[in-house]
């Protein structure tokens, strides 16, 4: 116990991880690129219809800054990117963009092919309504609850008089 509260938190063993995981940053550079339409989705292709997609990506515009006497790009500090790192998302890049397998996640830029996750992925991975912005995968209960189901039979028997909208009664017409 004593131990435990000693240890500093370099020495504590970290999860092994079977696949690459995206870090917070590269989540909050693709939304930030995907605001200022920078990521588009050009097409679907592929057996399945949602198995392949072609992702154009634009590099962010740039600005002097004069106090640091070099570019930055711009947009948030949290979303910014090196120069190089940033030029592997874009370098090399086809016509009609990336070409972006949403079931194997896999890329063909430069960025995914060095640190296995990109902004291209993750940004066909949200629109193909697999993850969300935050990069937890979506879940849907499908399933009929008892509770529900029950619930609803009582607002049914309930609909007879008054209605349920709060709004003035001549704007029911």
């Avoid at 939304?31 to 997609?53: H, P, S, T, Y």
Wanted: aromatic fraction near 10%; glycine fraction near 6%.
């Amino acid at each position: 116990m004593l131990f435990q509260r000693v240890s500093s938190e370099s020495a504590a063993v970290k999860p092994f991880r079977e696949s690459p995981e995206p870090p917070s940053t590269l989540r909050t550079r693709m939304r930030e690129l995907a605001k200022d339409n920078l990521l588009i989705e050009n097409g679907q292709f592929g057996f399945n219809e949602a198995e392949i997609v072609a992702i154009q990506a634009f590099p962010a515009k740039r600005v002097y800054v004069p106090s640091k006497k070099r570019t930055e790009e711009f947009m948030a500090v949290s979303a910014q990117m090196g120069t190089n790192y940033a030029r592997m998302e874009v370098e090399g890049q086809p016509p009609i963009g990336w070409s972006v397998n949403v079931a194997k996640c896999t890329c063909g830029c430069r960025y995914w092919l060095r640190f296995g996750f990109c902004v291209h992925l993750l940004y066909a991975l949200q629109r193909s309504a697999l993850v969300d912005s935050m990069g937890h995968e979506v879940l849907f209960d499908r399933s009929r609850s008892w509770e529900r189901t029950r619930h609803s039979e009582r607002q049914s028997e309930r609909r007879v008089g008054r209605t349920l909208r709060i709004c003035p009664a001549l704007a029911l017409d």
